[in-house]
């Protein structure tokens, strides 16, 4: 197995892009497998690393259909649902409390 060719932070030759630069151009890996990576270094710890794709090999990003609007909106719900007095709390419950506010704090919100 060869290699991947690795460069330096901003240096990378025209062609290549990481997967947001991809997204961004409406474009996709599409199955391609790493061709390069970028390397960031720092002072501390080891180098941040992005990998970048052949942007003649990318493909379109594909269109969302109903059924995936369907399956994203079902999702997102369920993130809403507070799983103890099933209400949707209108926002996205923080995993770190599991729960709503007015559940995870009953005391406060008694009044």
């Known amino acids: ?3 991947l060719p690795v460069y330096r932070w901003r240096l990378a030759p025209d062609g290549y892009a990481t997967r947001r630069q991809l997204r961004a151009r409406g474009l996709r890996p599409g199955g391609q497998g790493v061709a390069a990576q970028l390397e960031r270094p720092r002072r501390r710890r080891g180098p941040l690393v992005a990998y970048l794709y052949r942007v003649d090999l990318a493909k379109p ?7 995936r609007w369907a399956a994203l909106a ?3 719900a369920a993130r809403r649902t507070c799983p103890a007095c099933r209400r949707d709390a209108g926002y996205v419950i923080p995993p ?3 729960t709503c506010v007015p559940c995870a704090y009953p005391e406060q919100y008694a009044a």
């Open 74 to 76: 079902k999702a997102n």
């Open 61 to 67: 990003v594909r269109p969302m259909t109903p059924a």
């Open 1 to 3: 197995m060869a290699a």
């Open 96 to 98: 770190t409390l599991g």
